[in-house]
């Protein structure tokens, strides 16, 4: 088993497949559907959506089938071309390392596993996009028509520290504040100047305000352009915030917020641009799964299960944001998600898959109640 598993990595790390690079995502979906076909027994169906990467779909159990189970993943990494033969594919000490292994190919291969550990009639649809690191443009109609006639979501992304499950994500709004003001000589006539990096300036700080932490509410500047030359008033000035919010509400009032700081009297011009890019996952979008899960995981000798609330995002944060019962970290369990060091543990990723086909299994037998 670990060792078809490691080979099966290996051939998946080696398709490289950085979002920006369309045909290498769909290489890499070759790939996939290959290495799919020969663990499942089944060739996925390949789903072409405009604009983006085309999805592939292993669809199990009778098409209309009440109880329907989603497991859901991407194959797209943050790894540009190259970066295997900078940093191949490794196995030491029970770890694996290499580019996308825990973000999240080896996710992938956790829900392909548990596939072929189930009976074929039970009603699961596995479905892997190419885009989720750029924001699910492309994918995100699909993933929430395929959400829509499910019971439950089960996420295949990297578990959290020590391998605790994600039942909580922070939503993400992105921004772009731009000032226009005059330009004038800094040294001749600066006071025909109206200097728009002055007003981005006290943007900053006024962005720095609306921070409410104790609520998990943080807004980040994170970009900041501005000037011409380094002896002119400048004339535009352009300042870029990231935002982070655990509950909907905050979310939308912090957009409100934002938005105001457009609207103070000042003769440099704020134009505001973005918004909300994910809802959060509200604690509570995973409750019933959580229980499901750490009942299987007893019932399989497992230590007990961990979980955590989280900032980053995932497709998790579409499918919670509709209502629907949705979990996530299931996939490998390890750390280093975008970094070099990125990680898998084979041996805990390896118990994972009978975790999640018990899930799948059982929620078949014993749905959940609906809402
Ligand atoms: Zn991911």
């Not at 390949?46 to 159990?61: E, F, H, K, N």
């Not at 957009?255 to 641009?273: G, K, Q």
């Not at 980053?312 to 996939?331: H, K, R, V």
């Amino acid at each position: 088993m670990e060792e078809g598993f490691t080979a099966a990595l290996r051939s998946l790390v080696e398709a490289e497949s950085p979002s920006s690079d369309l045909l290498a995502v769909e290489t890499c979906g070759d790939r996939l559907a290959a290495v799919g076909e020969s663990i499942v027994g089944a060739a996925p169906e390949r789903i072409p959506l405009p604009g983006g990467p085309s999805a592939l779909v292993w669809r199990r159990g009778e098409a209309n089938a009440p109880g329907r189970v989603l497991l859901l993943g991407h194959r797209d990494t943050v790894w540009p071309l190259g970066t295997t033969q900078k940093r191949p594919l490794s196995l030491e000490d029970g770890r694996i390392r290499g580019p996308g292994v825990f973000d999240m190919k080896a996710g992938l291969l956790v829900g392909l596993y548990a596939l072929a550990r189930l009976d074929p009639h039970v009603p699961v649809t596995l479905l892997v996009t190419g885009d989720e690191e750029i924001g699910s443009e492309s994918s995100r109609e699909l993933i929430e028509a395929e959400a829509r006639s499910c019971q439950a979501v089960l996420v295949l992304e990297g578990a959290a520290e020590g391998g605790a499950l994600k039942r909580a994500r922070k939503g993400w709004s992105i921004y772009t504040l731009r000032c226009r003001g005059r330009s004038a000589h800094a040294g001749l006539e600066p006071h025909k100047g109206a200097n728009a990096l002055v007003r981005m300036a006290e943007l900053v700080a006024e962005a720095q305000r609306l921070n409410a932490p104790d609520r998990g509410l943080t807004v980040t500047p994170t970009l900041a352009r501005a000037g011409q030359t380094v002896n002119t008033v400048p004339d535009h000035a352009e300042l870029h915030l990231d935002v982070r919010a655990a509950c909907s509400t905050d979310q939308w009032s912090v957009d409100d917020r934002i938005r105001a700081l457009a609207d103070a009297p000042s003769e440099i011009e704020v134009a505001v641009e973005g918004g909300r890019n994910r809802p959060p996952m509200e604690e509570g979008a995973a409750t019933a799964l959580l229980e499901r899960a750490a009942r299987h995981a007893r019932e399989l000798g497992e230590r007990p299960l961990e979980s955590a609330a989280v900032g980053g995002i995932s497709d998790a944060n579409l499918c919670a944001a509709m209502g629907i019962p949705t979990l996530d970290g299931l996939g490998a369990v390890g750390g280093g998600p975008h970094a070099e060091h990125e990680w898998v543990d084979v041996d805990a990723t390896l118990h994972r898959i009978p975790l999640v086909s018990a899930l799948v299994d059982g929620l078949a037998k014993h749905p959940l109640p609906g809402p």
